[in-house]
């Protein structure tokens, strides 16, 4: 809260990777693995005072029909050490990646976290996803790996196991007396002796307690156990909940458990991730938006949205034509993987879209861009920073991941041109306060 009692927006910078998203196709499109395309995005957003960049994390290349899926693999490099990179040529901003709880073992994340937050100043947070499918798992141990049920089980641990690792350092553990000859008091590191039903671990932990005792614990999962997890967990919410309605709902909902669990309302950060399109009229800034979405959303793309659902080859349909009266075939399930498929009764969700198509004259093409349109500010510039204030000021959200649609000059003209429009406002920050960790920053818990 300001002194002028308005609510300060926070605003995080997605990384945008290789999806139905990013339009790498476009000319100012640059390398997904490149060291330079890091080293702008993450400058960019540190100019324009983000709390932290986000990196997602691909465990697997996706596959379609039995092949690499190659309109949107073009590597998929190590998240921590891209972070580690990005920390040496940055200062105060945040540096956030996404690790599975379910493919990583304790000790060894909670070593690398740690080191990286020593390394950083305090800048480090972990975006805990969990993962059950067979596609990814036959990447590691075995199978499926785990039972789907028990992912949040396993990360509620994976997390207790890590805790009790940064913890295991006594404060003053470190003397540096050379005059004695001794480094370390006496008792100085403890031992962590933990056997639960996921974990056994035994051992003493390398490392002191990091600049802010645990890293930010960023969190997206939206189902009942998603939530409950993150009340008790997470210190920031990556939402899908972008309209403002939804998101108010959603806002509302998991604020609303926080008192419960011995916890403020700002103690958890709910940032939505959203797509941006300006111009300098409205309806500028409309058109621009519908170019994006239809460079989002190639011919081929578009059919093979609709191959995860038909469960068939539908290559010899026109993208800009109707789509097909055949119905799915419910052997041709599996014909994606490395995407979720949300549709339990796929003959039903072909009907629906078929009806819709119709009544709306939409092709295959244009269906596929009104089903996979997520909220998006779309106006000028003082359009697009009055509505994301209304967001925070009306508790829809804490503020916002800006996602950009080319990489890594995605963000450039909203810092440019958003940024100053919020600055003038009085809802955001004009400068880093020096050497502030990551946790105050944001305003979540911080820890002795």
Not at 128 to 151: E, I, K
């Amino acid at each position: 809260m300001s002194a002028s009692g308005l609510r300060q927006v926070h605003l995080a910078a997605h990384f945008p990777g290789v999806n139905n998203t990013t339009v790498w196709s476009d000319p100012s499109s640059e390398s997904q693995i490149a060291f330079s395309s890091f080293r702008h995005f993450a400058q960019n957003a540190e100019r324009g005072f983000f709390d932290y960049l986000f990196l997602a994390e691909g465990l697997r290349v996706r596959e379609h029909k039995g092949r690499v899926y190659e309109a949107d693999v073009a590597g998929r490099p190590n998240t921590l050490a891209i972070l580690a990179a990005v920390a040496a040529i940055t200062k105060n901003i945040g540096l956030v990646g996404t690790l599975s709880s379910t493919f990583n073992e304790p000790y060894e994340l909670a070593r690398q976290l740690a080191t990286l937050d020593h390394l950083s100043g305090g800048r480090v947070g972990w975006n805990v996803v969990t993962t059950s499918d067979a596609f990814h798992g036959a990447n590691f141990r075995r199978g499926a790996f785990l039972d789907r049920d028990d992912r949040y089980r396993r990360a509620a641990e994976f997390l207790t196991v890590a805790k009790s690792l940064w913890d295991s350092w006594a404060p003053d553990a470190l003397v540096a007396d050379k005059a004695s000859g001794r480094f370390l008091t006496p008792g100085g590191v403890g031992e962590v002796d933990f056997h639960g039903d996921h974990f056994d671990v035994t051992g003493r932990f390398t490392l002191p307690g990091s600049p802010q005792r645990y890293p930010v614990i960023v969190q997206a999962g939206d189902s009942a156990d998603g939530r409950d997890f993150a009340g008790e967990h997470a210190d920031v919410i990556f939402s899908l909940h972008s309209e403002f309605a939804d998101a108010q709902a959603f806002y509302a909902d998991v604020k609303g458990r926080l008192p419960a669990l011995g916890r403020s309302e700002d103690s958890l950060k709910i940032l939505p991730a959203i797509a941006f399109a300006l111009g300098d009229t409205s309806a500028e800034a409309e058109e621009n938006a519908r170019e994006i979405a239809l460079a989002q959303t190639s011919g081929p793309t578009a059919i093979a949205f609709l191959e995860r659902i038909w469960g068939r080859d539908l290559t010899g349909y026109d993208p800009d034509g109707p789509l097909p009266a055949i119905d799915p075939d419910p052997a041709g399930a599996g014909i994606t993987q490395g995407r979720a498929n949300n549709s339990a009764d796929p003959k039903a969700t072909a009907d629906a879209w078929r009806a819709r198509a119709e009544a709306e004259n939409l092709s295959i093409r244009e269906l596929v861009i009104a089903l996979t349109a997520r909220h998006a500010l779309v106006g000028t510039p003082s359009q697009v920073a009055d509505e994301i204030n209304r967001f925070v000021q009306e508790r829809a959200s804490d503020g916002f991941v800006i996602v950009g649609h080319t990489n890594p000059h995605g963000l450039d003209e909203f810092v440019d041109r958003v940024v100053p429009e919020l600055q003038e406002r009085g809802v955001y920050r004009e400068s880093y306060p020096e050497g502030e960790p990551l946790r105050r920053a944001l305003g979540v818990r911080e820890y002795a």
